[in-house]
């Protein structure tokens, strides 16, 4: 059996027919990639190199697929690694199974104490206060070529096979006051799929036909539905950005406490853009001092992990040299 037989005969081929619009959109250009995917079906093909040579560059980008794809799940796992109420269980299962006395009761202490810390308000407002970028007032006049607005403020049910807003639609909202405003003057959605769990969802779509049901129209709504992490929506954006021959400035939409790790994603692009935060976290207070900063909240413990997300993320980012 040839190395091409075994290569169609194993589903190799189906995967990679699976990532090749995604390669095509990360990875070069479309045209260029699209191309050398193309089988030579020609009756000379079968005593030429051509094969040989195709079947290399076909194995090349499958096993970059299949790099990317690990990347990705490995990413999800330490992401789960990070939330602190993770660290908080695996101190307290430690010391339910620990036989020595004073390791158990200190290691009780000690998940009591983070529990404490990481559910507090108080805390919380102070490091995020100096970290999510500050609100920004646009002048009626001010106007930019689009406004770019990343997605993660829609939820998908799966067996249920439903889309729907959560709490960082903020971002849908302003995106479609500025435009109505005439602030942007196109909207491009960088918003694809980056759930663990398979299926054929795209929030960019549903975005787009919500944005359609406002009044706005189609022509000026540009999609990007394959990025699954944020750093892809800089390079897909870009993307679409130089196919519509827009030179910016452009506007970045998304929640206070992303645009930091968002903006120098997207500057390392070489895009023009101004960062426009919504969804912001430390703004929320209701005047009640037991609330806002003594209370435990398990709000704010979901709220550390989307900080500690963003901080080290962008850490990472800027170490491997993305941001």
Known sequence: MSRFEIFFNTGAWRALRITKCFLCVTRCSPVSLCKSMQTDTSPKSKSTPFKVVGFRQQNKLYSQA????????????FL?????????????LIALISKNPKRKKRLFVISFVLLLFFSNPFFFRILAKAYEKKPVVLLLHEKYEAGIVLGGFVSYNVKKDEAYFNAASDRFIETALLYKRGNIGRIIIAAGNGYVV???FQEASFIKNRLVELGIPQADIFTDGLSRNTYENAVNSKKICDSLHLN??????????????????FIK??????SYPCD??????ANNFWEDYLLPSTIT????????????????????GRA
């Open 66 to 77: 299949l790099i990317i794809t690990n990347m990705f799940l490995l990413g999800k796992l």
């Open 80 to 92: 789960l690694l990070l939330k602190p109420l993770t660290w908080i269980i695996v101190i307290f």
């Open 198 to 200: 398979k299926h054929n």
């Open 248 to 265: 910016g400035p452009f506007l970045l939409i998304s929640s206070a406490m992303h645009l930091p790790r968002a903006e120098n994603l």
């Open 269 to 274: 692009q070489k895009l023009d853009i101004r």
């Open 280 to 285: 912001f976290m430390t703004s929320g207070i």
């Open 301 to 320: 413990l979901n709220n550390w992990d989307i900080f500690i997300k963003e901080v080290i993320g962008l850490v990472i980012y800027k170490i491997i």
